[in-house]
């Protein structure tokens, strides 16, 4: 079993930065492709991105691309979300997840969400 613990949210003003952690206990998330998702309120959970196991790529939703970048370090157990020139759109709980492969259906693991409030 993994365990994902998410931190770092907040709110924040357009146009801000926000850095978020993802910390994983119970195994190793180096054998994982982990990946981040949001829901917004009345919305389905929707992917963001995802980094490989092995960090050698990097996918990012089309809504988030530019802005947005994962990256992870093992040897922490701990997957990061860095998020520029934010929007009030991307107001929402962002999700950690774990999985051999990444999606709604198939991501194994997930964290308990982290709440990230952008104002206009």
């Known amino acids: 079993q993994v365990q994902l613990v998410e931190s770092g949210g907040g709110l924040v003003q357009t146009g801000g930065s926000l850095s978020l952690s993802c910390a994983a206990s119970g195994r190793t998330i180096s054998n994982y492709v982990m990946g981040w998702f949001r829901q917004a309120p009345g919305k389905e959970r929707e992917f963001v991105g995802s980094?490989?196991?092995?960090?050698?790529?990097?996918y990012y939703a089309d809504s988030v691309k530019g802005r947005i970048a994962i990256s992870r370090d093992n040897a922490k157990n701990t997957v990061y979300l860095q998020m520029n020139s934010l929007k009030p759109e991307d107001t929402a709980v962002y999700y950690c997840?774990?999985?051999?492969?990444?999606?709604?259906?198939?991501?194994?693991?997930w964290g308990q969400g982290t709440q990230v409030t952008v104002s206009s």
């Open positions: 980094i490989t196991w092995d960090d050698s790529s990097t």
């Open positions: 997840a774990a999985g051999y492969t990444i999606s709604l259906k198939s991501a194994r693991y």
